[in-house]
C-alpha cells in the first residue's frame, strides 16, 4: 500500500512564497514521473509542473520562471517551490506520481493568494 502525503499549503500575499512537499510512503519498489496538478472550483485539474526520474522538467506557461519542481529520491519525495505568488495561482494542489507502474494522487493543500 502507498500513501502520499503532501504539506506547506498556506494563505500569503501576492508576491510572496511557499514550498510544497509531497512524501510518498509504504511498498515502494519504483517511482517514475512525480508531478504537480492544481484545481479550483468548476474547473479541470491542470498540470502546473512535472519533473521525471531523471530529472528532466517541464512547467505550465503560466508557471514558467516562477516555480521549480525538485524531487529528493532517497526520500521519495517531491517539492514544488513557487515564488512570485499571483492570486490566479489560488487553488487545491495536488501531488501526482507513478509509483510500481500505478497512478497515485495525494489529498490535495490548499494555496491561497490574496491581492
Known amino acids: 500500500q502507498v500513501q502520499l502525503v503532501e504539506a506547506g499549503g498556506g494563505l500569503v500575499q501576492a508576491g510572496e512564497s511557499l514550498r510544497l512537499s509531497c512524501a510518498a510512503s509504504?511498498?515502494?519498489?519504483?517511482?517514475?514521473?512525480m508531478g504537480w496538478f492544481r484545481q479550483v472550483p468548476g474547473k479541470q485539474r491542470e498540470l502546473v509542473a512535472r519533473i521525471t526520474s531523471g530529472g528532466s522538467t517541464n512547467y505550465a506557461d503560466s508557471v514558467k520562471g516562477r516555480f521549480t519542481i525538485s524531487r529528493a529520491n532517497a526520500k521519495n519525495t517531491v517539492y514544488l517551490q513557487m515564488n512570485s505568488l499571483k492570486p490566479e495561482d489560488t487553488a487545491v494542489y495536488y501531488c501526482?506520481?507513478?509509483?510500481?507502474?500505478?497512478?497515485?494522487w495525494g489529498q490535495g493543500t490548499q494555496v491561497t493568494v490574496s491581492s
Open positions: 501526482n506520481t507513478l509509483i510500481n507502474f500505478s497512478n497515485y
Open positions: 509504504g511498498s515502494i519498489f519504483s517511482i517514475n514521473a
